[in-house]
């Protein structure tokens, strides 16, 4: 590393694709898409979700790439950096701040999750899922979370080995292991959809995700799809705009958008084609939120010729796709700390990683023994996952649209970007505009319901 506030680069342009791809790439996909789908009623949630990832995700991409990339420091200093430079308030740090404690926010349950996943991992390799039942499913799911201490476990191994690459720095054995495992998730999934597609309801399934029924369509649908793809891309919340800082001038960033939106966009489709096939040919009751890909998947290997080897694949590759999201979710607070209170990078991890472990912890529970805790009426995950999707996710991300659109000038951004001038213009032209007053009229709905 040079000079000492100076952040990593990445290797190569395509180890930070494939590393963004991994932040992206993860549980919003294959465990949060399919049930926030399911209760979103289907079709109609999936093809707004798809027009807000292309329409407005991908544009927000471009813009927290490109503000990270100039600022080159963490989310809070290079936004309190690019508005002194363009003689803006200091004000506008409150967009990093927003991502750092957000994402700090979404690690402590985004972990709990990837706790379940772990122990998923040794359930199927030791053979727990031969020949399950509905029932068993449901009340193996059950018996899990609702525990005091299993769960606990498991979320502190899942923090730990986040933990431990993250305090290695990004470079390392990161962009190996993703370079590698994302693929292989990728044909992995699409093996699933043909299992599924052959033994379930598929039809069924193709019909419940794409043909839209627009009368369960409302302003809260609405709002659950967008935040959900500004989940799903890591959108918001300071995760892309670290990953920026660590980019050298020679990547296209709107090349890169493009390819992570799309690979995402695939993994949710491919895990809402896997899944469904199953929910509707085990009749499995809908509505099951958190548990849905735990309660169906280990019905399907459970039946399959060779199923504990290929679910241990699942649930491991899922656990890597969740680990290199979480990576992603740390590094904006690490990064802030690493810089402004000049701790080594592994302390920086460490209380970082303990501090979320604890809070989430408190997540954890509230299936078993806090499970009558609910805060405005939802459960603790419930509530954390509502204010940083709902709320934190959208604001920042209008407030960093109308950074760009209005509070800097055309020709430093033009500069940053280097895109070509018509794509530069219709980019700048939805980040200026269209942008900001989609997101409004979402909230809008929300908060007066007209
Ligand atoms: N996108 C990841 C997923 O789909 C989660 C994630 C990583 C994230 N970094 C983020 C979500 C930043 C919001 C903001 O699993």
């Known amino acids: 590393m040079a000079g000492a506030k100076?952040?990593?680069?990445?290797?190569?342009?395509?180890?930070f694709i494939m590393a963004a791809v991994?932040?992206?790439?993860?549980?919003?996909?294959?465990?949060?898409?399919?049930y926030e789908a399911n209760a979103g009623g289907g079709g109609a949630f999936v093809l707004v979700y798809l027009a807000f990832v292309f329409l407005i995700?991908?544009?927000?991409?471009?813009?927290?790439?490109?503000?990270?990339?100039r600022g080159q420091l963490s989310p809070i200093r290079s936004m309190e950096k690019i508005a002194k430079e363009e003689g803006r308030t200091n004000w506008w740090s409150l967009v990093g701040w927003s991502g750092v404690i957000g994402s700090f926010i979404v690690i402590s349950f985004y972990s709990v999750v990837g706790g379940w996943t772990l122990s998923y991992v040794v359930e199927a390799f030791s053979g727990g899922m031969t020949g399950i039942t509905k029932e068993g499913a449901e009340a193996h799911f059950n018996s899990l979370v609702t525990n005091p201490v299993t769960p606990l476990v498991w979320h502190a191994a899942f923090?730990?080995?986040?933990?431990?690459?993250?305090?290695?720095?990004?470079?390392?054995?990161?962009?190996?292991?993703?370079?590698?495992?994302?693929?292989?998730?990728?044909?992995?999934?699409?093996?699933l959809v043909i299992y599924s597609g052959v033994t379930g309801e598929f039809t069924a399934a193709v019909n419940?995700?794409?043909?839209?029924?627009?009368?369960?369509?409302?302003?809260?649908?609405?709002?659950?799809?967008?935040?959900?793809?500004?989940?799903?891309?890591?959108?918001?919340?300071g995760s892309i705009m670290v990953y920026g800082s660590y980019l050298t001038k020679d990547v296209n960033i709107g090349k890169a958008a493009i390819t992570i939106a799309g690979a995402d966009s695939a993994v949710a489709i491919l895990a809402g084609l896997a899944i469904f096939p199953i929910v509707f040919a085990f009749d499995l009751s809908v509505g099951k939120e958190e548990g849905l890909v735990f309660m169906t998947l280990p019905i399907a290997f459970g039946q399959m010729t060779g199923g504990a080897v290929i679910g241990t694949f699942f649930f491991g590759l899922l656990t890597v796709a969740a680990i290199t999201s979480s990576i992603s979710l740390l590094e904006p607070s690490v990064s802030y700390l690493e810089e402004t209170d000049k701790l080594s990078r592994k302390k920086a991890a460490f209380i970082i990683g303990i501090a979320a472990f604890l809070l989430?912890?408190?997540?954890?529970?509230?299936?078993?023994?806090?499970?009558?805790?609910?805060?405005?009426g939802k459960s603790i995950i419930g509530f954390k996952s509502y204010i940083t999707n709902n709320l934190m996710m959208p604001l920042a991300g209008m407030f960093m649209a109308l950074f760009i659109g209005w509070f800097i000038s055309r020709k430093s951004i033009m500069d940053e970007l280097a895109m070509n001038e018509s794509w530069f213009r219709i980019w700048y032209f939805m980040i200026k505009y269209i942008c900001p007053f989609a997101i409004l009229v979402v909230f809008y709905n929300i908060v007066f319901g007209f």
């Open 360 to 376: 989430g912890s408190l997540s954890s529970l509230g299936f078993g023994v806090l499970s009558d805790v609910t805060i405005f």
């Open 22 to 34: 991994g932040s992206a790439v993860g549980l919003g996909n294959i465990w949060k898409f399919p």
């Open 6 to 15: 100076q952040h990593a680069h990445w290797s190569s342009r395509w180890a």
């Open 208 to 237: 419940f995700l794409f043909a839209p029924d627009w009368s369960k369509m409302n302003a809260d649908v609405a709002l659950n799809a967008l935040g959900q793809s500004f989940f799903s891309l890591s959108l918001a919340l």
């Open 57 to 69: 995700g991908t544009p927000l991409l471009v813009a927290e790439l490109s503000l990270g990339r």
């Open 159 to 191: 923090m730990a080995i986040t933990v431990g690459i993250v305090l290695r720095g990004v470079e390392g054995g990161l962009e190996k292991a993703v370079t590698i495992l994302m693929p292989a998730l990728f044909v992995l999934l699409v093996g």
